[in-house]
């Protein structure tokens, strides 16, 4: 095995470093633009002050997340055909445009309906342009060995953007609110440009060790590896058949489909991120609405309490990855959680409102149980499909998996605050019933992957009984 020099380290770690705050400022985008209470707090506010307001904020929601779902499918397959720096920066700069366009609303004294719907249409494309190429680009510097520890801790960018997209918009919120867009937009902007300068999207661009990516590659290749593989590529290109060629290029759409895992992990995402968003964008008005330990916390106190279950998204995230590094095993680990999120989610409707610090404790068990497997499926899991090695080599494929698993769980994230609005006036239990049925739906999703990865574990077993293996996995005596 191949060690690193130590530019090699600093390299990997100013990519991380760079991937985790555009992925940030990103996510916090996100939730500025659909946080529809910032504009609600401005009741005089045409057209939102008349009686069908909350509808109206309500469609923008959707129309949002709907977008970003559709577009992000697109953008990961055009990811793997244009260069992922100049995608992802040029991404970035449309963010930053269309939140400042959203800003202008208010300085302009614009109340055209349309002109919000236009603006949460184009900006909810331009972001769907982020999640497949940074995980595309962290998983071209991460192998295998270490991938889950590494991106659950870069995917805590989720909830610090979360959290920075409740925080920035408050600032303003009861007030000149268009800040609330401007600012945010002006620090896309900033990032954009610095990515656009700065970012390095393989190891081979600056002479690093190619990281394994599968368990099939028995080491790590260098630059002067690639160059040799390289030349007889050149050598043989003449015999080569169109079909052998073709590996080489960036998969399509169905053929990312008929990876294995793909659909089952796409699915199970689909009905967790349901939940997920649920959280995201019903907790802080639940916490406003019930008394716990007696006392009712207003709005600001129960928007910063809701803060805790992005905290609890953290811990799950860097929990499950550690977890995926020691075992490999994804679906065991993905329905492990699910099934702990099930009754937490019963008991934290039940027992929640005892008290502020029985309150706290199972939200943060909350956020670990139904964010756990959240990040996990958008991270470590879609790098891997997109490095299977059923793919025969090809290392074009991990921006259009990412993109097909987080298009299909966005749909799923557009769903749920919506049912959840339909279902609340019948009662918050109903709401939290609801939750729970998607995450048992979620968790049925994997069981096809579970099996076979059981089998998988029974073979190992098996084979350690008769052989004994070498560090890279020969057979060197057996039993």
Known sequence: MLSYDPKDYKRREALEG??????????????????????????????FNEQNGSHLLGILDVVFLFCYAVGVLISGYVAERVNKRYFLSGGML????????????????????????????????????????????????????????????????????????SVIPGFWAQGDWGWSFIVPAIIAG???????????????????????????????????????????????????????????RAITLLDALKIEGVISFSLALFFNKLVSYTFLFWLPFYLDNILIGGKRYGGKEAAFLSIFFDIGGIIGGI?????????????????VMLGISVPILFIYQLFGTNSLATNISLMILCGI???????????????????????????????????IIDSTGSLGAALGPLLAGFIQPTGWMNVFYTMMASELLSLLSLLFPLKKELKGCCRRRSAERLYSFDQNGRVIASA
């Open 94 to 165: 449309g963010i930053a445009t269309f939140t400042a366009l959203m800003g202008v609303i208010y300085f302009a004294k614009l109340h055209n309906y349309a002109y919000f719907l236009i603006f949460q249409m184009l900006n909810g494309i331009a972001q769907s342009t982020g999640w497949p190429t940074v995980v595309a680009i962290v998983s071209n510097w991460f192998g295998k060995s270490k991938r889950g520890f590494i991106m659950g801790v870069w995917n805590s960018h989720t909830s610090l953007g979360n959290m920075l997209g």
């Open 18 to 47: 760079e991937t985790y705050t555009s992925s940030s400022a990103i996510h916090s985008h996100s939730l500025i633009s659909n946080d529809t209470k910032l504009v609600a707090s401005c009741p005089q506010w045409e057209p």
């Open 369 to 403: 149980t139904v964010n756990g497997p959240y990040a996990l499926i958008t991270t470590a899991v879609s790098a891997e499909l997109g490095h299977n090695p059923s793919l025969r080599g090809n290392q074009e494929a991990t921006a259009t998996v990412s993109a």
């Open 190 to 248: 900033f990032v954009g440009v610095l990515v656009f300068l700065t970012l390095v999207v393989s190891p081979e661009e600056v002479d690093c060790a190619k990281p394994r990516q599968n368990d099939e590659d028995s080491e790590e290749s260098t630059p002067d590896q690639s160059a040799d593989e390289n030349e007889q590529l050149l050598d043989t290109a003449d015999t080569t058949s169109p079909d052998a060629l073709q590996v080489s």
């Open 319 to 335: 929990l499950a990855g550690i977890i995926i590094d020691k075992t490999g095993a994804k679906a065991l680990i993905c329905v």
